[in-house]
Each structure stands twice: as C-alpha cells, then as structure tokens.
C-alpha cells in the first residue's frame, strides 16, 4: 500500500507498510496511479499508452523500471509485516492510570467533555483512602512492569491538591517495596497555581499539562469562571512561572480550536510567543449541534490553516526559533513497537481511570458511561472481560482502519470518541480521521523539506 499526494512543489510518496517516504518527479508520480500489484518486470503497454502523450517513451519505461527495483527491494509497496502481530494483541498489565482526584472544576469551559468537571454524576472530591486504594489496585495490577505512569486529573486536580501530595507520598514509599517507579503528572488549568504548589509539581511531576487555548479573546470566549469571568490574564504568568522554574523536565501547554478561532494558526504562535515552546491545539470533539463545534463543512478552513502553520513552522525554524507543536512531532526512522502501532494507547488495557467513588473506567472519557464501568475499587471488583475486549481492539479489527494509510499512525483513533461519536470502539469518528490524516501530511511535508535541505 502507498499514499502519494502534492503538497507545494513536491510530489511525496508514503509506503504505508514499511513507512520509506519518496519525493519523486511527475513522470514517476503519475505511473504509480496506473501500476498494479504485483508488477510487471516489463513495464506495460497500457501504462506507455496512457503516458506516452506526455512524456518521451524510453522515459516511461526507464522510469517504470526504477519503481520496479523499488518494489523487489521491498521499499515501495511493501507487504504488511504487522497483521502477524495482531495475535499478540492480548491483555497486558495495567501500566498506567487516570485519578479523576477532583470531580470538580472552577471554570465552567463550554466545550468540557467532562460537562464542566462532574461527568454528569455529580461534584466530588477523591478521598485519601480511595487514592491509596488505586495506588494499591496499580501496583497489582501491573505484573511485571516496573515504571508506572498516574496522571492527576479533573475537573482541577488543584482543588484537592493536599490529597495529591499525600498520594504521591503514599506511592514513593510503596514503589520501594515493590521495586517500582512512579512517573507523575498533572493537569491543571492554573487557576489556583501558587509558589508552593509550583516547587511541588516542578518537584514531583515528571510532565505537567497547562490548558490554554491561546490568545485572550479566544480563551476567555470558552475558558471561563463560574462568573462567566475570563481566566486568560491569571494564568498565562503562573504558567510561565512554572515552565521557567521546571529546567528540562516536560510540560506542554494544551489549548482547544473550535469552530470559533479557525485561525488557530495564530494561537499556536500567540503561546510561542508567551515563551512556550511544547505547545498543543488541539480540534474540539463535540456533537454537530453544539455551536461551537467542528462539522465537515469546516474541514477546507482547517486544512488551509495546517497547511499555514506548517510553513510558519519551517520558517520559524529557519530563523532558528523551533518549538514543538505536538501534532507535527513525527518519527519516521524507528516509531513505536509493533503493538503500539497496532492499538494505540492502551485505553481499557494497560491503561484505566478511577473516579472519585473508586469506579475503575477504561479511560477518562468513558467516566459516567456505566455499561463501560469495569469495576470499584471498594469493592474489590474488575471486570477482565472488559480489558480483554480493549487488549483485541485494534486497526486489523476496524474495516475502516486497516484499509487507511494513516493506520499506523493514528492507531485506530481514540477509541472513546469513536464509541461516543460512531457508535462503537471499531468504527472510525471521520472527522477525527480526517484531521489526523492531514495534519500527517503536513508533518511529512516538514519532514521531506528539512531533508532535502540537510542534503
């Protein structure tokens, strides 16, 4: 399988299986539309026929000839080494966890997926005791796996941050016992950022998540308090704060685009130019009804600004001003193992959510869907045919998936959003799709101009 595509003057040529990228010149590009698989060693005459109006014949076939070199090599149309992996797709320890530590949130943000921090069921904060009971239920669970992730989350994790403290305290004494390691993050919306609070994080996370969605007029028009105040001006100097307190240690800030700043483009530089330089804006996933959201017809507008950010971004660093946008950060040399590639993140498998009654979730986004429930931890329950249904699920057991070409890439998407907004875990969320592949192309593009530039 191949994708090819034009993007500016280049013509770039994905192999999907093998993940070689090729720029290559018109005459090759247009063969590639006509050859069939498995290739001829000859090239065909139908090929001549419909190109030779065109271009020179012995050119065609001299052409034809190096595609075909390329396909014997196995670096063009290479078969697909990974479904035999598929089988291996089984369940795995649990390696990581979401604590919805506080099940409440001081802003009222309009496009939350957690309905403004409660998940629909009501405001809470997680006890002490459930916390230590999840750091327990965690170190069970992940068998032989010696670094474990916990992300502190929301609502804002803020607003019961002496039961953050106090179950990051219980996890280092326990890590030792079980010859563990803990990698910590957070995140949080900055509102209720001190000195204090900043020197723990900084201290203790391993990664913290700072949600911004850009410029003031942008934030504040969906970010605001539960007095329909903006938050923009509190929190931009506490982030920077943090992020110039941490030295090497990982952050990224993380915004939102809606329908309502198709221009994201500049808030992705507003926040470069707010001295951040891990920088995340992200597409909204709401239902078609809500005002705010992104519906196909939006699909030109937002591929036009990719397709602006990406030559902003290679100026930029012409300039010798790089920063990281996360949607653009691609690795075409080495990428995730096998597995990875074929499930993604792990949703419902090596990777769960508590809230704070203790009900154990595949992820953050399944909280409040009861039939995805999977167990409590008061009472001691998990229901492992639930994880071994996320351990199978996989882009060999989406249709839509394995035929695409950003398959391995995208992993099958985020399997909660093709629940929620396609009706189930294997079908693909279009939209979603749709932006990842372009935002691919574009990170490709990137790719292929630095190397040519580097020749």
Known sequence: MIHKYKYKDMNIVLDVHSGGVHIVDDLSYEILDYIKIPMDEKCPNYIIDKLSNKYNVDEIIACYEELYSLYTDKILFSEDDYERFAKYSVASPVKAMCLLISQDCNLRCEYCFAETGDFGMGRSLMSLET??????????????????????????????????????????????????????????????????????????????????????????????????????????????????????????????????????????????????????????????????????????????????????????????????????????????????????CGCGNEYVAISPNGDIYPCHQFVGIDEWKMGNLNEETFDYKIKDYFASAHIYTKEECKKCWAKFYCSGGCNANNYIYAGDVHNAYKMSCEIEKKRLECAIYMKAVKACENE
Not at 137 to 151: A, H, P, Q
Not at 157 to 168: A, G, H
Not at 188 to 197: M, P, S, V, W, Y
Request: glycine share 8%.
């Open 131 to 344: 916390g230590k009971k999840a750091i327990d239920f965690l170190l069970e669970k992940s068998g032989n796996r010696e670094n474990l992730e916990l992300d502190f989350f929301g609502g804002e994790p803020l607003m019961n941050f002496d039961v953050v403290k106090e179950i990051v305290k219980y996890a280092r004494e326990r890590e030792k016992k079980y010859g563990k390691n803990f990698r910590f993050t957070v995140t949080t919306n900055g509102l209720l950022l001190t000195d204090d609070k900043i020197d723990f994080i900084n201290k203790e996370m391993s990664n913290v998540v700072l949600s911004i969605d850009g410029r003031k007029c942008v934030n504040d028009r969906m970010r605001h308090r539960v007095d329909g105040t903006g938050c923009y001006d509190t929190i931009v100097e506490k982030f920077r704060k943090t992020v110039d307190a941490r030295g090497d240690k990982e952050y990224y800030v993380r915004g939102t685009y809606t329908k309502y700043n198709l221009d994201f483009s500049e808030d992705v530089f507003h926040l470069y130019e707010q001295g951040f330089d891990q920088i995340s804006v992200e597409p909204v996933v709401a239902p078609e009804t809500a005002p705010y959201a992104l519906t196909e017809k939006e699909l030109p507008a937002i591929f036009a600004e990719y397709d602006k950010l990406a030559e902003r971004l290679l100026e930029n660093d012409k300039n010798g001003k790089h920063f990281n946008f996360f949607h653009f950060m691609l690795d075409l040399d080495q990428g995730p193992c096998a597995i990875k590639r074929l499930r993604g």
